[in-house]
């Protein structure tokens, strides 16, 4: 690994599940693409499929809790990402995400990084190619594992819920 390597992460967000969703198949693509273009490990979760092979530097993914089924949290993520990144001496973070979730990992990831001490330049990546290939209605897929993201109606009134709520619930919440 060179210097430079060892300083860049990507952190890719999964929407929905499972990795075979069409919204977790983009994020996968751009983050692994991203890696790839800027040296990065990547942090994630196990439903963006990202897996060795696939990134230089390898990735990091955040350990399943074998009694919890649905998804880990944005916070739960970004979190992870944030202790590791700050362990491995990272300073530059790209997020990775769904367009309607980028809002979410961008505020999440800066709390997560302030919580830990983190100091690092923070930047959302792709989100101009994933809006520009990937209608709307794309990132919301009815045969999906997740309820709230199979429908944008769905995802609209839980999002504007976490959006309304204070950081202090939000964290007991999102735990």
Partial sequence: MTASSERKAVVAFAFGMPFSIPANEAVHDVACGAAHLMNATVFTQADCGIMNPHVPNGVLI??????AN???P????ARFAAQNAKDMGITELYIVAAPPHIWRCMRDMKMAMREVGLKATLSAYGQDI???????SYWFYPEGEQYCTQYRYRWMIRDTILYCIPWWLYKRIAH
């Fill in 74 to 77: 944005t916070l739960r993520i």
């Fill in 70 to 72: 649905p998804p880990p």
């Fill in 62 to 67: 955040l350990p399943q809790i074998p009694s």
């Fill in 130 to 136: 994933l809006q520009e290939e990937h209608s709307p």
